[in-house]
């Protein structure tokens, strides 16, 4: 089994990708992607390093070397074992000889196929296991009584010849099958001609194609967003020295609501709001106080047409900030006395205005079109408003050279943008866990005046970078974990060992614990265990446990997981082409499973199932000359046909696979079958593993509403015209409850089911992804789906897809401190009670939110502790606890907790609350809800911890200054506020990618990361620094990249130079440029490149891979584009950053009088 060790060369694997780096063989880990800097992208990129790593200190040992307990590696005879009585249920072909087309031309009819299958295979074949006994013969084929036979075609029809030979026959042959079960499943003449019409995808570039297209790929991952952007902002440290940084958590007083300041212009930067009057500004951001407030707008209205300040646009440092840095920027905007625009209830003056948008928020001015000389007195400008650009590059200059060190309680990390590596020094990485406070208030009067919700954002499963280890595996033999007595937290570091050892004292329940003889340890003079160092459990916040056999199923150690791949094979998804790749790259693909450690081969089993209104079930068991299928007509009442040569591992069947994979689009190549059926299809997958006594995950790619006549049959209900009133939610709810139904059986069985979408039209996301979504699994959508534009992001999710760390059967329960406790859970995931979150499987890119609440008073002194642990069946069929723990603490004084929110997690939970809500209440109450919990928390900070200025001003606290930017992108996002071009579908699919999201990618969901490609340096692998996301911030003649994990555009202003265009597209003019285009052409020359190089450093830092969308300024696709500049009026109707800022400081203003 030497293919794991290759490299992978071949063309499919030739490119950078998350999946390979990351999951592959320590063979490959290590080596930079060529153009990625390793240290920037290492999350992305490493191999496990926990692996490998160096002797660990004695006691305890990396998972790497960790010997296979209890997990068979044969997987033949685990599989035999299972199935003890199918001896003989499916005879070998009895060609061995492969006679391909002859067997096929010589293929009866279905019936006769029925017969002989009958009759010889039937008795003995009968299924002896529970499962399959359990089912009604109905549609038995292998029961002798059950009449209609539809079912299974024996052996000898089984053997495809070489595809291209016998496919007539094959296709002829399939077809007698069907119709010999149900009639109504027979293959229309070929003159009927349906089909073709309804399925044909539209145009490329036209609007309705991108805009379902739109978020197809979701993505994300861990990563923070690494990028070495900070040149330009050292510059303000110079300038004003001794002003505070941001981390110094100041509040910040935002300008245009500062009474007329005294003066204007640049001045030190005193931060505090203490002062009360204007102040200069200080910090290169605009988010300093005392900035001036600009005049009227002398340029444009929100249009790129109207070139921006130069000071934004051009020179070294494109980012907005500099022109806060240098001061008022230029004549363009004049310092202005501030106005106190709150006085009539009024917002203030918005500077772009954008034509045709009526306010957003009663009250708000409807700014004319008129292009003009600005008519209205006073507005706010945007460089003094807080910037999240600004507060990114603060953070990563400030604390990106630094490890993190996780020894101190309370730390607030770095942000999720910023670059860093962890040392655990006995708290959890942040990139385990984050939360919206590493402070909490000690009652929970405090915490409700303050609405500050307290939650932790927990990835037990996430990838580390490689210079990070891996948490080691602790085996304590077949004792197992040492557990406090009482409320069964186990052993951690802030546990308190007294009685000179013999003792621990809980620091969860404050139980106090035998410790177990073989487990005890002296202490030194400080009460420390002197093997303190030596043990994980003691000394660091990540660990892992053996788990003994009471921690399994039916005190059972579990089998090897398996893999099924179960591919829609109707008309659709063969001609798009969809078959056919598919199979191509899991030819490839499964030699790519996951492995644990240094197995040589992966212990996951594979099985396949091709459908259409029936399921084709195949057997590929090594001793097979060729693949036999088994057609299960009778969907109602699913059952799996065959155990033994169904689920098999790769290597052995290797040849059979190969043969199956090649004659399956050989097979359908001549359907004429649109109509699918979905849930029979996750039940044979369900079934498939109770069958085989294991967990595992269901591959399933499919393309259409299932309206075929079966169980989970759905309708088309989808209603745009529900929008906006009390019957939305219903468009986010399931249309039946039979699939909740399903995810509960599935995930009883640890059966995690991935869905691959490849819709031409509506297919009703919100219900078919209910199994997806309660058993942990990920959702993938290609609309109007491709194969030249869209096979190379479908391939690399499926690759990442398969490849990626993932364990089965999980259960996760968060222990708490006394006085808090973990009361409500968010993400992809199923509950059967209220402490317990159950995942048929949880990868390494899946989160889960948790939110705590009071139940008592906490104390200073000993802060608060969380216990996340996690039990789950490693891909080896290992079973293992990972522990997380993280200490936090806890405040008399609200300013405490203020100083230490996280308001990047703050807006995850939100977001997750907030999608959530939808499907129980209006969207509008939801949007209300989130507005004015957000202004109750920036109100409670100007009541209790500003000092006393102006009503007129607004504070905001320094860690919460991107609050309002944040919310307002939550509020207008699609789920919440959709606009006319985002289908029922991308809502519901939003919704759900969002649930599972980290830190990171909600950051960069809801504010995408705009770069200026013109502005990059092609000598450095550095990106060039982000901006704004603001049209004003666009330049005509530069050339921008967008991105927000699910997308990529790359905007090209009409006054783009020919040279520039010539050299990233290889056309000689700006009308040349094909906006239809889902690569850069490959050039050489330095800017081609170093493009191609970031759109690559990107791809590779989400979890999914991003479609690329060229957009033309002035073309249609510019709206789309629009769409993403989040700081701008949306379509929607959303507002732009500036009228929403003004809007929660009136409500802010209204809670406060
Ligand atoms: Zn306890």
């Given at each position: 089994m030497s293919v794991n060790q290759q490299a992978h060369t071949g063309p499919p694997y030739g490119q950078p990708q998350p999946g390979y780096q990351g999951y592959q063989q320590p063979a490959y880990g290590g080596q930079p992607l060529p153009g990625v800097p390793q240290s920037q992208y290492g999350a992305y990129n490493g191999p496990m390093p926990g692996y490998q790593q160096p002797v660990p200190p004695q006691g305890y040992f990396p998972s790497l070397g960790f010997p296979l307990k209890g997990s068979p590696v044969s997987l033949n005879s685990d599989t035999s074992s299972l199935a003890p009585n199918f001896i003989g249920s499916l005879r070998a072909p009895p060609t061995s000889g492969a006679p391909p087309p002859a067997s096929g031309a010589s293929l009866p009819s279905g019936h006769l196929a029925y017969s002989q299958f009958g009759h010889g295979d039937v008795q003995n074949g009968i299924p002896a296991s529970a499962a399959p006994m359990q089912r009604p013969p109905a549609s038995q084929p292998f029961l002798p009584g059950s009449a209609p036979t539809p079912v299974s075609q024996t052996a000898t029809f089984q053997q495809y010849g070489p595809p291209p030979a016998s496919v007539q026959q094959l296709s002829n042959h399939m077809a007698g099958m069907t119709i010999g079960s149900t009639t109504a499943s027979a293959p229309p003449p070929a003159g009927l001609g349906y089909g073709p019409t309804t399925s044909v995808p539209p145009v490329s570039g036209s609007f309705s194609a991108t805009g379902s297209g739109l978020y197809t790929p979701y993505t994300a991952s861990q990563g923070p967003s690494p990028t070495s952007v900070s040149q330009g902002l050292p510059l303000a440290q110079p300038l004003f020295p001794g002003q505070p940084m941001s981390t110094q958590r100041l509040p910040t007083q935002v300008p245009g609501f500062a009474p007329p300041p005294s003066s204007a212009g640049i001045g030190p930067s005193s931060y505090p709001p203490s002062t009360g009057a204007p102040r200069p500004p200080t910090m290169p951001g605009p988010p300093l106080p005392g900035q001036t407030v600009a005049g009227p707008p002398t340029s444009q209205p929100n249009h790129v047409s109207s070139p921006p300040p130069p000071s934004t646009m051009s020179g070294p440092h494109p980012g907005p900030p500099m022109s806060g840095l240098h001061g008022p920027p230029p004549p363009t905007h004049p310092p202005q006395p501030g106005y106190q625009m709150q006085q009539n209830g009024s917002f203030g003056q918005v500077r772009g205005p954008q034509p045709n948008y009526g306010g957003a928020y009663p009250g708000t001015p409807n700014y004319g079109s008129q292009p003009g000389p600005p008519p209205p007195p006073k507005r706010l400008d945007p460089d003094s408003i807080p910037s999240p650009i600004q507060v990114i590059e603060d953070d990563r200059s400030n604390r990106g050279s630094e490890p993190f060190v996780t020894g101190v309680r309370g730390q607030v990390p770095p942000l999720v943008t910023t670059n860093f590596l962890v040392k655990d020094q006995g708290n959890a990485s942040p990139r385990y866990i984050r939360c919206t406070s590493y402070n909490i208030p000690c009652t929970s009067d405090m915490a409700k005046q303050s609405q500050v919700p307290l939650a932790a954002v927990i990835k037990p499963l996430a990838t580390l970078p490689p210079e990070e280890t891996l948490p080691y595996l602790v085996d304590h033999g077949e004792s197992g974990p040492v557990r406090c007595n009482r409320c069964?937290?186990?052993?951690?570091?802030?546990?308190?060992?007294?009685?000179?050892?013999?003792?621990?004292?809980?620091?969860?329940?404050?139980?106090?614990?035998?410790?177990?003889?073989?487990?005890?340890?002296?202490?030194?003079?400080?009460?420390?265990?002197?093997?303190?160092?030596?043990?994980?459990?003691?000394?660091?916040?990540?660990?892992?446990?053996?788990?003994?056999?009471?921690?399994?199923?039916?005190?059972?150690?579990?089998?090897?997981?398996?893999?099924?791949?179960?591919?829609?094979?109707?008309?659709?998804?063969?001609?798009?082409?969809?078959?056919?790749?598919?199979?191509?790259?899991?030819?490839?693909?499964?030699?790519?499973?996951?492995?644990?450690?240094?197995?040589?081969?992966?212990?996951?089993?594979?099985?396949?199932?091709?459908?259409?209104?029936?399921?084709?079930?195949?057997?590929?068991?090594?001793?097979?000359?060729?693949?036999?299928?088994?057609?299960?007509?009778?969907?109602?009442?699913?059952?799996?046909?065959?155990?033994?040569?169904?689920?098999?591992?790769?290597?052995?069947?290797?040849?059979?696979?190969?043969?199956?994979?090649?004659?399956?689009?050989?097979?359908?190549?001549?359907?004429?079958?649109?109509?699918?059926?979905?849930?029979?299809?996750?039940?044979?997958?369900?079934?498939?593993?109770?069958?085989?006594?294991?967990?595992?995950?269901?591959?399933?790619?499919?393309?259409?509403?299932?309206?075929?006549?079966?169980?989970?049959?759905?309708?088309?209900?989808?209603?745009?015209?529900?929008?906006?009133?009390?019957?939305?939610?219903?468009?986010?709810?399931?249309?039946?409850?039979?699939?909740?139904?399903?995810?509960?059986?599935?995930?009883?069985?640890?059966?995690?089911?991935?869905?691959?979408?490849?819709?031409?039209?509506?297919?009703?996301?919100?219900?078919?992804?209910?199994?997806?979504?309660?058993?942990?699994?990920?959702?993938?959508?290609?609309?109007?789906?491709?194969?030249?534009?869209?096979?190379?992001?479908?391939?690399?999710?499926?690759?990442?897809?398969?490849?990626?760390?993932?364990?089965?059967?999980?259960?996760?329960?968060?222990?708490?401190?006394?006085?808090?406790?973990?009361?409500?859970?968010?993400?992809?995931?199923?509950?059967?009670?209220?402490?317990?979150?159950?995942?048929?499987?949880?990868?390494?890119?899946?989160?889960?939110?948790?939110?705590?609440?009071?139940?008592?008073?906490?104390?200073?002194?000993?802060?608060?502790?969380?216990?996340?642990?996690?039990?789950?069946?490693?891909?080896?069929?290992?079973?293992?606890?990972?522990?997380?723990?993280?200490?936090?603490?806890?405040?008399?004084?609200?300013?405490?907790?203020?100083?230490?929110?996280?308001?990047?997690?703050?807006?995850?939970?939100?977001?997750?609350?907030?999608?959530?809500?939808?499907?129980?209440?209006?969207?509008?109450?939801?949007?209300?809800?989130?507005?004015?919990?957000?202004?109750?928390?920036?109100?409670?900070?100007?009541?209790?911890?500003?000092?006393?200025?102006?009503?007129?001003?607004?504070?905001?606290?320094?860690?919460?200054?991107?609050?309002?930017?944040?919310?307002?992108?939550?509020?207008?996002?699609?789920?919440?506020?959709?606009?006319?071009?985002?289908?029922?579908?991308?809502?519901?699919?939003i919704r759900q990618l969002v649930t599972s999201m980290d830190v990171a990618e909600t950051n960069v969901f809801f504010y995408p990361r705009l770069l200026p490609l013109t502005k990059a340096d092609v000598d450095s692998d550095s990106l060039p620094a982000a901006i704004r996301n603001s049209e004003e911030r666009l330049s005509k003649g530069d050339i921008y990249l967008l991105e927000n994990g699910l997308n990529i555009f790359v905007w090209v202003g009409v006054n783009v130079q020919q040279g520039l265009i010539q050299t990233l597209f290889g056309v000689s003019s700006f009308s040349q440029i094909s906006s239809a285009l889902s690569t850069l052409p490959v050039l050489e020359n330095p800017f081609s490149k170093k493009v191609r190089s970031i759109v690559d450093m990107l791809q590779v830092q989400r979890s999914r891979y991003m479609k690329l969308i060229i957009v033309k300024q002035e073309d249609k696709l510019e709206m789309l584009f629009k769409h993403f500049l989040v700081e701008d009026k949306s379509l929607s109707g959303g507002a732009s950053y500036v009228d929403f800022l003004c809007h929660m400081h009136k409500e802010i203003r209204q809670l406060l009088s």
């Amino acid at each position: 089994m030497s293919v794991n060790q290759q490299a992978h060369t071949g063309p499919p694997y030739g490119q950078p990708q998350p999946g390979y780096q990351g999951y592959q063989q320590p063979a490959y880990g290590g080596q930079p992607l060529p153009g990625v800097p390793q240290s920037q992208y290492g999350a992305y990129n490493g191999p496990m390093p926990g692996y490998q790593q160096p002797v660990p200190p004695q006691g305890y040992f990396p998972s790497l070397g960790f010997p296979l307990k209890g997990s068979p590696v044969s997987l033949n005879s685990d599989t035999s074992s299972l199935a003890p009585n199918f001896i003989g249920s499916l005879r070998a072909p009895p060609t061995s000889g492969a006679p391909p087309p002859a067997s096929g031309a010589s293929l009866p009819s279905g019936h006769l196929a029925y017969s002989q299958f009958g009759h010889g295979d039937v008795q003995n074949g009968i299924p002896a296991s529970a499962a399959p006994m359990q089912r009604p013969p109905a549609s038995q084929p292998f029961l002798p009584g059950s009449a209609p036979t539809p079912v299974s075609q024996t052996a000898t029809f089984q053997q495809y010849g070489p595809p291209p030979a016998s496919v007539q026959q094959l296709s002829n042959h399939m077809a007698g099958m069907t119709i010999g079960s149900t009639t109504a499943s027979a293959p229309p003449p070929a003159g009927l001609g349906y089909g073709p019409t309804t399925s044909v995808p539209p145009v490329s570039g036209s609007f309705s194609a991108t805009g379902s297209g739109l978020y197809t790929p979701y993505t994300a991952s861990q990563g923070p967003s690494p990028t070495s952007v900070s040149q330009g902002l050292p510059l303000a440290q110079p300038l004003f020295p001794g002003q505070p940084m941001s981390t110094q958590r100041l509040p910040t007083q935002v300008p245009g609501f500062a009474p007329p300041p005294s003066s204007a212009g640049i001045g030190p930067s005193s931060y505090p709001p203490s002062t009360g009057a204007p102040r200069p500004p200080t910090m290169p951001g605009p988010p300093l106080p005392g900035q001036t407030v600009a005049g009227p707008p002398t340029s444009q209205p929100n249009h790129v047409s109207s070139p921006p300040p130069p000071s934004t646009m051009s020179g070294p440092h494109p980012g907005p900030p500099m022109s806060g840095l240098h001061g008022p920027p230029p004549p363009t905007h004049p310092p202005q006395p501030g106005y106190q625009m709150q006085q009539n209830g009024s917002f203030g003056q918005v500077r772009g205005p954008q034509p045709n948008y009526g306010g957003a928020y009663p009250g708000t001015p409807n700014y004319g079109s008129q292009p003009g000389p600005p008519p209205p007195p006073k507005r706010l400008d945007p460089d003094s408003i807080p910037s999240p650009i600004q507060v990114i590059e603060d953070d990563r200059s400030n604390r990106g050279s630094e490890p993190f060190v996780t020894g101190v309680r309370g730390q607030v990390p770095p942000l999720v943008t910023t670059n860093f590596l962890v040392k655990d020094q006995g708290n959890a990485s942040p990139r385990y866990i984050r939360c919206t406070s590493y402070n909490i208030p000690c009652t929970s009067d405090m915490a409700k005046q303050s609405q500050v919700p307290l939650a932790a954002v927990i990835k037990p499963l996430a990838t580390l970078p490689p210079e990070e280890t891996l948490p080691y595996l602790v085996d304590h033999g077949e004792s197992g974990p040492v557990r406090c007595n009482r409320c069964k937290a186990y052993m951690c570091p802030f546990m308190q060992f007294i009685e000179g050892g013999r003792r621990f004292q809980c620091c969860f329940c404050s139980c106090v614990t035998e410790v177990p003889p073989h487990y005890f340890q002296h202490l030194d003079h400080t009460g420390k265990r002197v093997d303190f160092y030596d043990r994980p459990e003691l000394s660091l916040g990540s660990y892992e446990f053996l788990a003994t056999v009471d921690y399994c199923k039916n005190n059972k150690f579990p089998s090897p997981p398996a893999f099924i791949f179960m591919i829609d094979v109707s008309y659709n998804a063969v001609k798009s082409g969809l078959v056919r790749l598919i199979c191509e790259e899991l030819k490839s693909l499964l030699d790519y499973l996951p492995r644990e450690g240094n197995m040589e081969e992966s212990a996951i089993r594979v099985g396949f199932v091709t459908y259409n209104k029936v399921l084709h079930f195949y057997n590929v068991k090594s001793s097979l000359a060729q693949p036999q299928m088994m057609v299960v007509s009778d969907v109602a009442d699913m059952f799996v046909p065959l155990l033994d040569g169904f689920l098999v591992n790769v290597n052995e069947s290797r040849t059979v696979i190969a043969s199956l994979l090649d004659q399956i689009p050989e097979m359908f190549a001549d359907t004429r079958e649109t109509e699918t059926v979905f849930a029979p299809v996750i039940q044979a997958g369900l079934e498939a593993l109770k069958a085989a006594e294991c967990a595992g995950k269901l591959f399933i790619f499919h393309t259409s509403l299932p309206i075929a006549e079966a169980p989970g049959k759905l309708k088309n209900r989808d209603d745009k015209k529900l929008i906006n009133t009390d019957k939305e939610k219903t468009l986010f709810q399931p249309q039946t409850s039979f699939y909740n139904n399903l995810a509960k059986d599935c995930v009883a069985q640890g059966c995690c089911v991935d869905l691959f979408l490849f819709p031409n039209q509506y297919l009703d996301v919100a219900t078919l992804g209910v199994v997806t979504y309660q058993t942990g699994g990920s959702i993938y959508k290609y609309a109007y789906f491709q194969l030249e534009t869209d096979q190379d992001r479908f391939l690399n999710d499926l690759r990442r897809d398969v490849q990626k760390e993932v364990g089965f059967d999980a259960v996760m329960r968060v222990r708490t401190s006394t006085g808090i406790r973990a009361t409500d859970f968010f993400g992809a995931f199923y509950m059967s009670n209220t402490t317990d979150v159950e995942m048929a499987g949880l990868d390494c890119d899946k989160t889960i939110t948790v939110e705590f609440k009071h139940d008592d008073k906490l104390s200073e002194d000993s802060g608060a502790l969380l216990q996340c642990a996690l039990l789950y069946t490693s891909c080896a069929g290992q079973r293992r606890l990972r522990i997380h723990n993280l200490s936090l603490n806890c405040c008399t004084q609200l300013a405490d907790l203020y100083r230490n929110c996280e308001t990047d997690t703050l807006i995850n939970y939100l977001a997750k609350y907030a999608y959530r809500g939808v499907l129980s209440s209006p969207v509008k109450t939801v949007r209300d809800a989130l507005i004015n919990q957000c202004a109750q928390i920036l109100a409670c900070y100007r009541k209790n911890c500003a000092s006393p200025s102006s009503a007129g001003q607004l504070i905001l606290p320094e860690c919460m200054k991107l609050l309002p930017v944040y919310l307002n992108c939550v509020l207008k996002s699609d789920v919440l506020q959709p606009g006319p071009e985002v289908t029922t579908d991308d809502r519901a699919y939003i919704r759900q990618l969002v649930t599972s999201m980290d830190v990171a990618e909600t950051n960069v969901f809801f504010y995408p990361r705009l770069l200026p490609l013109t502005k990059a340096d092609v000598d450095s692998d550095s990106l060039p620094a982000a901006i704004r996301n603001s049209e004003e911030r666009l330049s005509k003649g530069d050339i921008y990249l967008l991105e927000n994990g699910l997308n990529i555009f790359v905007w090209v202003g009409v006054n783009v130079q020919q040279g520039l265009i010539q050299t990233l597209f290889g056309v000689s003019s700006f009308s040349q440029i094909s906006s239809a285009l889902s690569t850069l052409p490959v050039l050489e020359n330095p800017f081609s490149k170093k493009v191609r190089s970031i759109v690559d450093m990107l791809q590779v830092q989400r979890s999914r891979y991003m479609k690329l969308i060229i957009v033309k300024q002035e073309d249609k696709l510019e709206m789309l584009f629009k769409h993403f500049l989040v700081e701008d009026k949306s379509l929607s109707g959303g507002a732009s950053y500036v009228d929403f800022l003004c809007h929660m400081h009136k409500e802010i203003r209204q809670l406060l009088s």
